[in-house]
């Protein structure tokens, strides 16, 4: 079964410092992978998507991903973190052949210091 | 373009009722997603509608149910309400293929009482 773990619940930075949040997955292919962002109350918005091609993917607000099939890891990385990227991160995985059921880690919570 | 909406916002029912939540996807999106969130279990998948059939289905009790008219919006059914029902419910939709962007709509909050 597909599974997926994302080993911080919780991360805080500095404003302007760089992030990194941590993303791990179990399934035997190539599995669409993808970052999303929620801020209190609302739901959910996609940052970016991983299924082939170039491994290191480009997202929206400054946001980027590694694929490393090797670790199994989908890391999502921004350089400079801004107060406004204070939401909880999830990475989600997904299978060719289920249309859109996909699998979601539990979360990761970021806090930013001004 | 409207985004995805999902009503009510918020629904307080009592155990053994039955609620029915509603959303309406993007203009153009032919494929509707619930997923149930709590913060003990996190975001799990309920079902899926495309083209008013189920797709695909996780692994929830017969109690919750769904559907999906011709004009795309979706409804989901929780008969027998227990107190585990009590979560956010998560819209999304997309256009129909597989492995697509999600636009989720902000949820129904149901509090079981």
């Known amino acids: 079964a597909q599974s997926v773990t994302q080993p911080d619940i919780h991360i805080t930075v500095s404003e302007g410092a760089s992030l990194e949040l941590r993303c791990n997955y179990s399934y035997g292919a190539t599995p669409y992978l993808f970052w999303y962002v929620q801020s209190p109350g609302q739901g959910l918005q996609l940052l970016l998507k991983?299924?082939?091609?170039?491994?290191l993917v480009q997202g929206i607000k400054g946001f980027e991903a590694e694929f490393k099939r090797s670790q199994s890891s989908f890391n999502l990385r921004k350089p400079s973190v801004h107060w406004s990227d204070a939401a909880e991160y999830f990475c989600?995985?997904?299978?060719?052949?289920?249309?859109?059921?996909?699998?979601f880690g539990t979360g990761t919570s970021l806090t930013v210091i001004p | 373009k409207a985004g995805v909406t999902q009503t009510p916002r918020y629904l307080i029912k009592t155990r053994g009722q039955q609620v029915t939540l509603s959303c309406s996807p993007i203009s153009g999106h032919r494929s509707v997603s619930w997923y149930q969130q709590t913060p003990g279990q996190g975001l799990q998948f309920l079902f899926e509608y495309f083209s008013e059939t189920q797709r695909n289905k996780g692994n929830f009790p017969g109690r919750f149910s769904g559907r999906q008219f011709s004009n795309s919006r979706s409804e989901m059914n929780v008969s027998t309400l227990e107190l585990g029902d009590s979560a956010l419910y998560l819209c999304?939709?997309?256009?129909?293929?597989?492995?697509?962007?999600?636009?989720f709509g902000s949820g129904t909050q149901l509090s079981v009482l």
């Open positions: 991983y299924f082939s091609g170039d491994t």
């Open positions: 999304a939709s997309s256009s129909g293929g597989t492995g697509e962007k999600l636009f």
């Open positions: 989600a995985v997904g299978r060719s052949n289920t249309g859109n059921q996909f699998y």
